[in-house]
């Protein structure tokens, strides 16, 4: 090991880890990125315990206070979206353009957010009886736990910590072990925007020593938790049985409706772009794409056409169009669906192989399935790759019966000229999040992020409906005294 880890951050001070981490480059694994600080469960209840101690300073403060140092982050990342756009790219996988708009995106939020610190947090009702008066304040619910998944490093975070500030809670953020660079780089931004020590707290380390201390600790108030659908089951029931607040954004596996009407090519680029840009690593990824009968064959021709020419390669490289799949976990997992699905009588239609770059990495090439059973593995599984199964339909409404066959339901997308049935799908969707004529992945920054089913519990992330989550209501009467 070269060079001293990057340390962990609490109650205002760099502090050094039990251990640390190394992180590489999946798209070149010579590439040792550096070595991460690992904290261990009691130095993670000490952060949460200065969180908990900074609470009631940090709640009085001026909303003007919050805004000021939200505002100063976002202007941080904004300016430097080439440099930890290059980062993200590095670490992560996902190809410079990608990685550079979710730095913008981290920015934009924090100022989205910096704002919301100001409106009002309150209402007031007229009360049912004469000389009473009633009011309803949102108050901070203390210390919010974040635990955020590797496949957005920088946005996920930004769009939990900045409403948990915003609305006066303490933070101890715990980022995903596969990518600590982006999260080192903003949490180094934040701790020099001017909080009082105590108020933002970063713990580097496992999910089990670090992300178990979180959930378990009873100065936690509530965690707000990005992530698979197995890890979040699991941590809201931890949380339940101590009664403390959840919002937890897990899986999908999300349907792309196409109709005998679509226009081909914006098909075609929908269920490119929803399925394998970011490697397909996205919840919004659409891993089904449902197509029915008169256009199925055109449509299969055409997307194993496109798909056997997109480049993949390294993230970082100006002509790459799919970076390598994360880890080689991953893609270890990536390739025994391949395989499960092979031997199950699927027809690979285009990609699945492994790929050789310029340098060692998990490059894959994006897979296309056809004439697969809706209940195998391929189809039923979160598989979170570059990998897609094409399913035929009928017509509409076995397409709609195909869509809502799951246990997820995050985003769902229809491509047609149909209104009537365009207005059918939305209302008749199970998914949180409906997209018409355009990619599932792919959502605007201030507008709530939802799902359904198995996807998604508890308030929905992002715009001002988060401020659920991060606030408890209380009502006020007031008699004459
Ligand atoms: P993961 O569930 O393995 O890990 C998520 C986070 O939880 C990590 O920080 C991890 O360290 C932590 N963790 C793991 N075990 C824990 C435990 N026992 N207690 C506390 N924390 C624990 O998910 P991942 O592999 O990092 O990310 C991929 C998953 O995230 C996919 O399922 C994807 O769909 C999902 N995701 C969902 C959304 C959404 O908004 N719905 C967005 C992005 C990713």
Same mark, same amino acid.
């Given at each position: 090991m070269t060079g001293n880890p990057f340390p962990n951050y609490i109650s205002g001070t760099w502090v050094c880890g039990n251990n640390v981490a190394a992180n590489i480059n999946p798209s070149d694994l010579?590439? !040792?990125i550096g070595y991460y600080a690992q904290a261990s469960a009691l130095q993670t209840a000490e952060a949460i315990e200065c969180a908990a101690a900074a609470f009631p300073k940090w709640r009085a403060i001026s909303p003007l206070v919050r805004f000021e140092a939200l505002d100063r982050i976002g202007s941080e990342l904004l300016a430097r979206v080439d440099e930890m756009g290059d980062m993200l790219a590095r670490e992560e996988g996902k190809t410079l353009p990608e990685a550079k708009a979710e730095v913008h995106r981290a920015g934009h939020l924090f100022k989205y957010f910096a704002a919301e610190a100001y409106r009002t947090n309150g209402e007031m009702y007229q009360s049912l009886r004469e000389g009473v008066s009633l009011k309803v304040v949102r108050e901070p619910i203390g210390v919010v736990g974040v635990i955020t998944p590797w496949n957005f490093p920088l946005a996920i975070p930004a769009w939990k910590i900045a409403p948990a500030l915003a609305y006066g809670n303490t933070v101890v953020f715990k980022p995903a072990e596969l990518v600590p660079a982006s999260a080192w780089m903003l949490s180094d931004i934040i701790a020099r925007?001017? *909080?009082?020590?105590?108020?933002f707290n970063f713990v580097m380390g496992t999910g089990g020593d670090v992300g178990g201390a979180i959930v378990a600790?009873?100065?936690?108030?509530?965690v707000t938790f990005t992530g698979s659908t197995p890890v979040g089951r699991k941590i809201g029931a931890a949380l339940f049985a101590r009664g403390a607040k959840m919002q937890l954004e897990m899986g999908g596996k999300n349907p792309l409706v196409v109709l005998d009407d679509a226009d081909l090519d914006l098909a075609v680029h929908c269920a490119i772009q929803g399925s394998y840009y970011s490697t397909g690593q996205r919840c919004t990824a659409s891993s089904r794409l449902i197509v029915t009968a008169g256009i199925y064959e055109k449509f299969v021709e055409r997307l194993s056409a496109s798909v056997k020419k997109l480049k993949v390669g390294d993230a970082r490289v100006s002509t790459t169009q799919i970076g390598p799949v994360v880890s080689k976990a991953q893609l270890v997992q990536d390739k025994k669906y391949i395989k499960e699905a092979i031997a199950d009588g699927? !027809? *690979?239609?285009?990609g699945g192989n492994d790929v050789t770059s310029t340098t060692p990495g998990y490059y894959l090439s994006p897979a296309v399935f056809t004439d697969v059973s809706p209940k195998s593995a391929l189809v039923r599984d979160e598989i979170f790759g570059p990998i897609a199964a094409v399913l035929r339909v009928s017509d509409y409404d076995a397409a709609l019966e195909s869509a809502n066959d799951c246990e997820f339901g995050l985003s769902a997308g229809i491509v047609s000229r149909d209104t009537a049935k365009i207005d059918h799908f939305s209302q008749n969707s199970e998914a949180g999040m409906i997209q018409i004529n355009l990619p599932t992945a792919g959502m605007d920054f201030h507008a709530p992020f939802t799902g359904r089913k198995g996807s998604s519990y508890g308030a929905p992330e992002k715009g001002s409906y988060t401020r659920e989550f991060f606030t408890a209501a209380k009502v006020v009467h007031e008699g004459r005294g």
């Open positions: 010579d590439d !040792t925007a001017g *909080l009082p020590a105590g108020v600790h009873p100065d936690v108030s509530g699927a !027809t *690979l239609a285009a």
